[in-house]
Structures are given as structure tokens and as C-alpha cells.
């Protein structure tokens, strides 16, 4: 088990070198899945034109790129503490014609450069497995989103049927770091995606965090395709500031 500045140094320089190769092996390993997981988000998130958002942890900008296009002209920031992450963000925002829309910012999720209540919502694809602190994060999130605001994660979870868990775990832990060498020629970065998760909290334990440890209102779970990723969405209490 890595301590906190461990753990961070060791993803960073994953996500370093696996940048390039990150949307196409998004693609392969969810077997097309997240492409589908990330729409729900958006409808169940709701967002309307004008809205404000900043999308942690970006990496290559997929859920900013939607941020950006439900708001139409609302502010939309993207932030992540790799370079090559942020680069190839950066080539599809620009090809996308988002680029004046949206800004992205190399920073830690850990401390957002932000003022308290600044945007409508916060969301967390794909990364708070990544973090030092769950807690840390999504209080920060809490911290810069206006009361009332959103605070949303999708990420990877446990599935709870013991048979499709068992082959889930078979798939994740033994067959897919072999796939990232077969196609990226990375074993040991894909390692890490099920070494990741086994430390991570189940769907219900990180609702649980949201309400009572982050104190987030309106904790909505829903888990997508048998458990094998959940979207957490809550509320900063109207009445905080
Ligand atoms: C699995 S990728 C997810 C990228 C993107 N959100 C998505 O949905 O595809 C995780 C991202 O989190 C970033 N990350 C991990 N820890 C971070 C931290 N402490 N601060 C900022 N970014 C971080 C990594 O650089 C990487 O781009």
C-alpha cells in the first residue's frame, strides 16, 4: 500500500505515459461502455445552457467536451495535473471548436485553485480510484460548486452478484493488464486500473461518504451495467456557503 505522495507521484507518471494511448483503450477495455455510462451522467445531470462547470481530474476531456456543449456559453473549466493528458484534451477541444469555451488548468484535485462557490456543478469521471484522499476531493468539489450546486462522480465500482463478480474480477485482475501490453504495450500501468480498485469503497460505502463524511444533500447512487461503475450525484446544501 503506497502512501498519499506515493500514490500520486505513481499515477501521475501512469497517466504520463499511457496519455496517447488513453481514449482507444477507454474504448477497448469497457468494450464501449463508457461511451454509454457517460451520456447517463449527462442526462441525469441535467445541465442547462449557461451553467458553470469544472470537470476534475479531465485527462483527455471526454465529460468536459460534453459539459461544454450542454452549457452552450457557460464557463467550463477542465482540470488535471498531467501534461500529456491535457494535450491531447486540448487538440479535441480545439477540433471541436470548444477551445474559447473552455479552459483547462494543470492543478491537484487535492486543492482546487478556485474561490468557494464558483461554479453550478463539479464532476469526477474515471478518477477518484486515482486520488490520495476520497474525502479531500470531493470536499473541494463541495467547496468551489455554489450551494446548491452539483458534485458528481462516475466511476468504476463492485459489481454485488457473486457470479458476474467473480468474472468480472477474472477479466479485470487477470485478462486486461495483458490486453494494455498487447495494445499499448503497458503491463504494469494497466496493473494498476484493478490494484486501484480492490482499496477503492463500494457504491453504497461512497454514498455514505458523500452524505456523512463530505455532507452533501440529495445522495443520488445508480449502478450501471450490474455494478461495474456507479454515478454518484449530491447536492451542496442550499443553505452553505
Ligand atoms: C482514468 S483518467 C480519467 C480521465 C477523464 N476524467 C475521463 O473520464 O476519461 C484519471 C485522470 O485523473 C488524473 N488525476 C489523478 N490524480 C489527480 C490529482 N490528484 N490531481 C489532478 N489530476 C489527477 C490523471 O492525470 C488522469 O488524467
Not at 80 to 92: G, I, P, T, Y
Request: glycine share 6%; charged share 25%.
Amino acid at each position: 500500500m503506497r502512501d498519499k505522495s506515493e500514490k500520486a507521484k505513481f499515477v501521475l507518471q501512469v497517466f504520463e505515459s499511457i496519455a496517447k494511448d488513453y481514449d482507444r483503450m477507454n474504448t477497448l477495455l469497457s468494450f464501449y461502455q463508457h461511451k454509454r455510462w457517460r451520456k447517463f451522467a449527462m442526462k441525469k445531470m441535467a445541465v442547462k445552457p449557461g451553467d458553470t462547470a469544472i470537470d476534475v481530474c479531465c485527462g483527455t476531456g471526454d465529460w468536459t467536451i460534453s459539459l461544454a456543449n450542454a452549457s452552450q456559453t457557460g464557463r467550463v473549466v477542465g482540470l488535471d495535473f498531467s501534461d500529456n493528458m491535457l494535450q491531447v484534451a486540448e487538440r479535441k477541444l480545439s477540433e471541436k471548436g470548444l477551445r474559447q469555451q473552455v479552459e483547462l488548468v494543470r492543478g491537484d484535485a487535492m486543492q482546487l485553485p478556485f474561490p468557494d462557490n464558483s461554479f453550478d456543478h463539479a464532476t469526477i469521471g474515471f478518477a477518484l480510484r486515482n486520488v490520495p484522499d476520497v474525502v479531500q476531493v470531493l470536499k473541494e468539489m463541495k467547496r468551489v460548486v455554489k450551494p446548491g450546486g452539483q458534485v458528481v462522480s462516475l466511476e468504476l465500482s463492485k459489481p454485488t452478484w457473486p457470479p458476474f463478480r467473480a468474472l468480472y474480477y477474472f477479466y479485470f485482475e487477470r485478462i486486461l493488464p495483458w490486453l494494455g501490453k498487447l495494445f499499448a504495450n503497458r503491463y504494469e500501468q494497466y496493473r494498476w486500473l484493478p490494484e486501484s480498485l480492490i482499496h477503492f469503497p463500494d457504491y453504497e460505502e461512497l454514498a455514505r461518504i458523500m452524505r456523512e463524511e463530505v455532507g452533501l444533500d440529495e445522495v443520488e447512487v445508480y449502478p450501471l451495467t450490474g455494478g461495474i461503475t456507479a454515478l454518484h450525484v449530491g447536492r451542496k446544501p442550499a443553505n452553505e456557503r
